[in-house]
């Protein structure tokens, strides 16, 4: 008496073919989520750059949008099932974060020696890193960096609907690979 009508035909969900979950397999590229979140690392850590420049306000927070960003790039372009994706999601955006944060030194560096940006990054050395990561580096950036790196793992992995992860446990229990 309070159940609302039918509105769809019984025999309609019989149309519905169930997915291939090899095709699900076949469709993960980890060299494509490598290039694509590269890309997008390097692009963020540009305009990361670019805006510490004209604002003269250094963003760490910033790390965190790189995090999500370049999660979903992994996400999009790697189509990844497995460990691989979040783990390379978390590495791009480990290795960004630094980039990010080096990125933002070279500009204050021009200023302070009145040199060129080339003529700084032609002139770094190792010990250059050394004192990069000893004094520009606290724990506040290595913290937004990992915090970034959850957020890239959390958004990196293929979200599938019902009947893919269904059709992929099935196959798995069945031992089909």
């Not at 073919?17 to 690392?41: C, E, F, N, R, Y």
């Not at 670019?50 to 992994?74: C, D, E, K, Y």
Request: charged share 20%; net charge positive.
């Amino acid at each position: 008496m309070l159940r609302p009508k039918k509105k769809h035909d019984s025999h309609a969900d019989d149309a519905v073919t169930p997915p291939d979950p090899l095709a699900l397999i076949a469709a993960q590229s980890a060299g494509k989520a490598i290039v694509a979140g590269m890309l997008a690392t390097l692009m963020l850590c540009i305009l990361w750059t670019a805006i510490t420049v004209a604002t003269g306000r250094i963003f760490p927070w910033f790390s965190i949008v790189l995090g999500a960003i370049v999660g979903r790039v992994v996400r999009r372009y790697g189509q990844g099932l497995d460990y691989r994706f979040p783990l390379i999601a978390a590495i791009l955006v480990c290795t960004g974060a630094l980039l990010g944060n080096l990125m933002i030194a070279i500009p204050s560096t021009t200023e302070e020696l009145d040199a060129s940006a080339w003529q700084v990054v032609r002139g770094l050395t190792w010990r250059s890193f050394e004192i990069f990561f000893d004094e520009v580096i606290t724990a506040v950036e290595y913290i937004y960096a990992g915090f970034a790196a959850a957020l890239a793992v959390f958004y990196s992995r293929r979200r599938l609907q019902r009947e893919e992860e269904f059709a992929l446990r099935t196959m798995q229990g069945s031992d089909v690979r």
